[in-house]
């Protein structure tokens, strides 16, 4: 089961409260609230935003070695600046290194 929802009344400090569990991909949610519509709406609001969120997932990151990184950099700003030579000297040290 992907997700899954229980209320139950709870009693709470002082005075009765109805806690909602909303369980996701693994992961437990429990807000407090004070009627069990509202824990209701908040549950479904919950689960809405954990499925959008799952939905879009972050871009999967680009894995460059740094001597390709500062390869890059050489070739398209590094030759541009004053420090040119001193860029080829670390580019020249980074690949004996690799």
């Known amino acids: 089961m992907k997700f899954g929802v229980l209320l139950c009344k709870s009693q709470l400090n002082a005075g009765t409260a109805w806690r909602i569990t909303v369980r996701y991909l693994g992961k437990r949610y429990t807000p407090t609230r004070d009627t069990a519509s509202e824990c209701e709406q908040c549950a479904a609001k919950k689960l809405l935003e954990l499925q959008s969120e799952y939905a879009n997932p972050e871009p999967e990151k680009i894995h460059i070695s740094f001597y390709a990184l500062f390869e890059q950099y050489y070739q398209e700003e590094g030759r541009k600046m004053k420090s040119a030579r001193l ?12």
């Open 87 to 98: 860029i080829v000297q670390i580019l020249k040290c980074l690949k004996k290194k690799e």
